[in-house]
């Protein structure tokens, strides 16, 4: 069932992100998708003041964890601070834990999710655009559904773009999912490396 849902979402998700972004990013253990439509890039919306990001990621890992995510955000610039951009929102979590590797259980969340990203101003010598980002989510046990008891998760990553319309980035991830019953609320961690083709 999860994988039939995994399937879904992203098939749908790789029509919708066309226009915006779609990025991979691995390490020896996990293999991530991701996604993200902006409305800036939709001409449906373009008139709006109102920037909104919709956001999603399949994450798998060795062990046979897998996690979904699907949220959405308003975004805006910071007045104050050149080039940053700041993004609050919600967040949909669906994963699969393991107890002790012996049986699967479901894990659902609705953390609320903030994400601050700093593009810096261009460099001198031609040095291609950099861009710093952080995100956090957090649901305590009112957010969290059935025998999920808390989601945590912390994100930092640098992006560098290669060439037009193509990023390599590199960045670390902690994800804590505590579960009634499960012993070890440590997800997933680590530090991944990637690629992100923008529309």
Known sequence: MFKKIAFVILCISSLLFAESGVGLNINEKDLEITGVLDSRNLAALQTSSAIYQADANFL??????????AGI???NRVE???????SFGVKFIWAEVGNNGATNNDFTALPLMAKVRYNF????????????EGRLLYAPKVL????SE?????????ELEVIKNVSLYAGY???????????????????????KFTY
Do not use: Q
């Open 144 to 147: 969290a559904f059935g025998d």
């Open 73 to 75: 955000l308003a975004t």
């Open 173 to 195: 991830r902690n994800i804590t999912t505590l579960y009634n019953g499960v012993s070890n609320s440590l997800f997933n961690t680590g530090f991944y490396g990637g690629f």
């Open 150 to 158: 808390e989601y945590t998760e912390f994100r930092v990553n640098a």
């Open 80 to 86: 104050a601070l050149e080039g940053v951009e700041a």
């Open 60 to 69: 798998y890992d060795d062990e046979n964890a897998k996690l979904i995510g």
């Open 121 to 132: 101003p261009p460099l001198l010598y031609n040095i291609p655009p950099v861009a710093l």
